[in-house]
Every structure is written in C-alpha cells, then in structure tokens.
C-alpha cells in the first residue's frame, strides 16, 4: 500500500487519465477480482456461496476486494431487512459490460496453457 502522494500514485493517477486501458486494468487488476467479478456474472450471490466458490481466498480478502469493487462501481451490495439480515452482491450493469471480456480470455488462457504445456 503506498502513499496517497506519492510519485507511484502521482504516476498512476496520470496513466490512468491518459489510457483507457490502465485505468480499467486498474479496476479488475490483482489475484481475485476479475475471479470474483466472473464467478458473479451466473447472478446475485451471498457472502457464502462466493466464498465457496473460491475455496483459497481468505475471509479478509474476499471482503475487501468486494468492498473495493463495490466502491468502483462493478458490484452491487444489497441488504436485506430480514432476519438473520441476507446480504447479496451482484454485478452493476457497467461490469456486465465486461461478461463478454472474461469469457475470451478464459478462452485464450485455457488454449495457451494447453499449446504452451504441450
């Protein structure tokens, strides 16, 4: 985690408003959340069951990349007045957008690893 001035964030802040394609690598960048954001396209998903679905990711983590997708506007947390209170995330119509993304590059990692482990 760096600092909020400095020059790494000075640097990505720039890259970010000179190139579409940083600022949305930025969005879906680091180990869980394209994963998570790809195991949400199926629907709405509680807490537990995208936890199961991702049997190696921590509690910790799985909070905060949901938090921080929630905050970039990919996920939609939405709480129910129930008791006990249910909690469902779900993909916000701009990360829909992306569904189509996920589903090549599974495609392509899927024939790379095989052709390139031949």
Known sequence: MSKENSTNQYNRKKL???CGMVYAHDMVSGRWKMLILYKLDKGAMRYTEL???LPNITERM???QLKALEKDGLVKR??????PVRVE???TESA???SPLWYAMEKWGDDHRRNHNS
């Open 89 to 91: 995330y779900l993909l």
């Open 51 to 53: 936890k199961k679905l």
């Open 96 to 98: 829909l957008q992306l």
């Open 78 to 83: 939405s709480v129910y007045a129930e008791v």
């Open 16 to 18: 970010q408003d000179f």
């Open 62 to 64: 799985l909070t905060l």
